[in-house]
Every structure is written in structure tokens, then in C-alpha cells.
């Protein structure tokens, strides 16, 4: 079992920057392909990013290239979504997600197998 807890979402002005957190519990996190992503008002989930078991490769959903980066510290068990740049649309609840043994590059959410809570990114303009 693994658990999941995002941190660091808030209410900024667009042009801000922010760093969400996930802190996982367990001692598989270094096993795990992890992601984020994200859920608008009134729409359905989506991919943002994700990284490898090592944290050497990363995928990113388009719209977010350049703006947003994934990173992760086995050693602390956390991986982190820094984002600048921040534009209203990227307003929605950021959730983090664990997938069980390898494969970086999945971007459907079937895929993944545990989840946080998510932590809500409000960007005004």
C-alpha cells in the first residue's frame, strides 16, 4: 500500500510561481514511475508530467513544457511539480499519482495505481 499526500497548492496571481510537494509513505517510492495531474472545474482529468523510477527521464503534457518541472528525492520519499509562469487556466485540483514498478511515459490515469488526495492551485488573472 502506498499513500500519497500533497502539499503546496494556494491561491497566487497569474505570472507566480509554485512548488507542489507529494510525500509518499512506503519503502517502494524508489520503485515507482510517478506523475502528476490535474482536474479543472467541469473537466475531466489530465496528464502533466511524470518521471522515471531514478528521476532521469520525464514526460510532459504540452501545454505545460517550459513552464512546469517534475522532479523527485528518493531519498525523502517526495516528489515535487514546480511550476512558474502560472496562468488561470492552470487553475485546478493537483493530484499525485504512483505507479507500481516502472514506465515513466504513461499518460492515461488506468495506469497508475495509487493516488493522493490532490491540493487545489487557484491562478487569478
Known amino acids: 500500500q502506498v499513500q500519497l499526500v500533497e502539499s503546496g497548492g494556494g491561491l497566487v496571481q497569474a505570472g507566480a510561481s509554485l512548488r507542489l510537494s507529494c510525500a509518499a509513505s512506503?519503502?517502494?517510492?524508489?520503485?515507482?514511475?510517478m506523475a502528476w495531474f490535474r482536474q479543472a472545474p467541469g473537466k475531466e482529468r489530465e496528464f502533466v508530467a511524470s518521471?522515471?523510477?531514478?528521476?532521469?527521464?520525464?514526460t510532459y503534457a504540452e501545454f505545460v513544457k517550459g513552464r512546469f518541472t517534475i522532479s523527485r528525492d528518493n531519498a525523502k520519499n517526495t516528489v515535487y511539480l514546480q511550476m512558474i509562469s502560472l496562468k488561470p487556466e492552470d487553475t485546478a485540483v493537483y493530484y499525485c499519482?504512483?505507479?507500481?514498478?516502472?514506465?515513466?511515459?504513461?499518460?492515461?490515469?488506468?495506469?497508475?495505481?495509487?493516488w493522493g488526495q490532490g491540493t487545489q492551485v487557484t491562478v487569478s488573472s
Open positions: 499519482a504512483a505507479r507500481l514498478g516502472g514506465g515513466y511515459n504513461h499518460i492515461l490515469d488506468v495506469h497508475y495505481d495509487y
Open positions: 512506503g519503502r517502494t517510492f524508489s520503485r515507482n514511475a
Open positions: 518521471i522515471s523510477r531514478d528521476g532521469g527521464s520525464t
